[in-house]
């Protein structure tokens, strides 16, 4: 059965500590990992998306890699706006839906 | 360029009560998707529509149908409304299948 967990559930850091979030996934056929950031009571946005192991992306303080059993979203010097729940999802190959991890909620403390 | 966009913002039902969630897709993109989303989870996936057939469907009751339309809109439809389909409803809009845009939701509140 597909699969996606994140970890931890809630990371509470100081303003420029950097970190990592992970997410495990278990899909047979990966068509794509791909990384959200939610706001409270709002859709998710689109951050990244990663296809194949040791794909990289990144974007300002935020880089997504990608192995063949996990991805980490590593955060460089975190600022307060970046506080949100950052969620992952996969979608397997010939099959239309996201499967979501249930999310990792960050806090950027001052 | 508009994003995906989806009305009514909230919506407050009663148990029994039947509604219509509406969602215009990002300009260029041809492909809908709903999810449901409790609260603190992450989105279940309800369907997705394409060229006006629903294509791929996922764990729900026949009481959630939805609908297309040659613009690409699509409408989603909750009939005999539950407690427990209290959620936020999200839309996403893609094309070929690839990466899925998010609207802001609605989130209903059944009572």
């Known amino acids: 059965e597909d699969q996606v967990t994140q970890s931890p559930e809630a990371l509470r850091l100081q303003e420029g500590e950097s970190s990592s979030l992970n997410c495990s996934y278990t899909v047979s056929g990966l068509r794509g990992l791909f990384w959200y950031r939610q706001d409270p009571g709002k859709g998710p946005e689109f951050l990244f998306t990663l296809y194949s192991a040791g794909e990289e992306k990144e974007k300002e303080r935020l880089k997504a890699t990608l192995t063949k059993k996990e991805s980490f979203l590593h955060i460089t010097a975190p600022k307060p706006e970046d506080s949100a729940t950052y969620l992952c999802?996969?979608?397997?190959?010939?099959?239309?839906?996201?499967?979501w991890g249930a999310g990792t909620k960050l806090i950027i403390k001052p | 360029d508009a994003g995906v966009t989806q009305s009514p913002t909230h919506l407050i039902k009663t148990r029994g009560q039947q509604v219509t969630l509406r969602c215009s897709p990002k300009s260029g993109h041809d492909t809908v998707s709903w999810y449901q989303q409790a609260l603190g989870q992450g989105p279940q996936f309800i369907f997705q529509?394409?060229?006006?057939?629903?294509?791929q469907r996922g764990n729900f009751p026949d009481r959630f149908s939805g609908h297309q339309f040659p613009n690409y809109s699509s409408e989603l439809n909750v009939n005999a409304l539950l407690l427990g389909d209290s959620a936020l409803y999200l839309c996403?809009?893609?094309?070929?299948?690839?990466?899925?845009?998010f609207g802001p939701g609605t989130r209903l509140t059944v009572l």
């Open positions: 996403a809009s893609s094309v070929l299948t690839d990466t899925q845009y």
């Open positions: 529509y394409y060229e006006e057939e629903e294509r």
């Open positions: 999802a996969v979608r397997r190959d010939s099959n239309y839906q996201l499967i």
